[in-house]
T-cell receptor
């Protein structure tokens, strides 16, 4: 069975500092990994995905994520956080042909 | 570009009433997923359809039913509503047959059961 863990309920960083939102996964086959962001009163928005290839994936709004197979992790990163990045971030995983499974979400707060 | 359309955006019902939520996927998408997100909770998968057939079933209560129509839009029917059904209901669509598929989400329907 697939599962996703986001060990931190909340992450706080100062504006301009680098940020990391952690995600680990469990999947039987090759993982397809995704990050979605939810701004207040908005639907989930796609940020980036890893299917195959380069372990460092670049996505929207300056975010990137690093796939680490040995650690079964897919941490979301950004070199310099903005206050507008404050939102709820969901990591998701799926096997081919299977349903998406979302992590519990991590609330990112970027402080001015 | 066209996105996933959900209607209504907001819905207020009373206990034991029924509700119908609609989802219009992105054109040429053949798969629709329904998710429920309670206050402060992560999205929970309810049910999915591929080519008008149910493809997967998650934690959908027996009081709920759903279907996908010939034009690929989907409707989630909810009966005997309970207070605990108050949540944001997301629909997402994708195109099967590609390992590169990703979900495109609608803005959700906020259901409040009073």
């Amino acid at each position: 069975a697939q599962s996703v863990a986001q060990p931190e309920d909340q992450v706080k960083v100062a504006e301009g500092n680098p940020l990391t939102v952690k995600c680990t996964y469990s999947v039987s086959g090759n993982p397809y990994l995704f990050w979605y962001v939810q701004y207040p009163n908005r639907g989930l928005q796609f940020l980036l995905k890893y299917i195959t290839g380069d372990n460092l994936v670049k996505g929207s709004y300056g975010f990137e994520a690093e796939f680490n197979k040995s650690q079964t992790s897919f941490h979301l990163k950004k070199p310099s956080a903005l206050v507008s990045d404050s939102a709820l971030y969901f990591c998701a995983v799926r096997d081919y042909g299977q349903n998406f499974v979302f992590g519990p979400g991590t609330r990112l707060s970027v402080l001015p | 570009a066209a996105g996933v359309i959900q209607s209504p955006r907001h819905l207020i019902k009373e206990k034991r009433e029924t509700a119908t939520l609609k989802c219009y996927p992105i054109p040429r998408h053949d798969t629709v997923y329904w998710y429920q997100q309670g206050p402060g909770q992560d999205p929970q998968f309810l049910i999915s359809f591929y080519e008008k057939m149910q493809s997967d079933k998650g934690s959908i209560p027996d009081r709920f039913s759903a279907q996908q129509f010939s034009d690929y839009h989907s409707e989630l029917n909810m009966s005997s509503l309970e207070l605990g059904d108050s949540a944001l209901y997301f629909c997402a669509s994708s195109s099967q047959g590609s390992t590169n598929e990703k979900l495109f989400f609608g803005s959700g329907t906020q259901l409040s059961v009073l």
